[in-house]
């Protein structure tokens, strides 16, 4: 049974850092790419991050270039958003997906697995 588990949410003042971490399980994930979305209360899930299979191509959102880095360890399966400068626009929860397309998309729709999500809180 695959499984895609995100860890790393928390509270942190608008300036500060996090790391969400997505390990994934069931299954091996060497040849899918990676997304991370969120969505705040009452509005759409929307696009943050992704990797393609390879590592060798990311895309983000215009918001959070610069700011956010996606990573991958295909040895532990796990994929990884680093968020500097946080803002408190940045709260939401965070979501991991996989797509066995393997290049990376900006559409929820191309994802074939989902985490559960992990809360991101940025105060003012």
């Known amino acids: 049974q695959v499984q895609l588990v995100e860890s790393g949410g928390g509270l942190v003042q608008a300036g500060g850092s996090l790391r969400l971490s997505c390990a994934a399980s069931?299954?091996?994930?060497?040849?899918?790419?990676w997304g991370w979305f969120r969505q705040a209360p009452g509005k759409e899930r929307e696009f943050v991050a992704a990797?393609?299979?390879?590592?060798?191509?990311?895309y983000y959102e215009d918001s959070v270039k610069g700011r956010f880095t996606i990573s991958r360890d295909n040895a532990k399966n796990t994929v990884y958003l680093q968020m500097n400068s946080l803002k408190p626009d940045d709260t939401a929860v965070y979501y991991c997906a996989a797509d066995s397309a393997g290049y990376g998309s900006t559409w929820l729709s191309s994802y074939d697995y989902w985490g559960q999500g992990t809360q991101v809180t940025v105060s003012s």
């Open positions: 069931g299954r091996t994930f060497r040849s899918y790419a």
């Open positions: 990797i393609s299979w390879s590592g060798d191509t990311t």
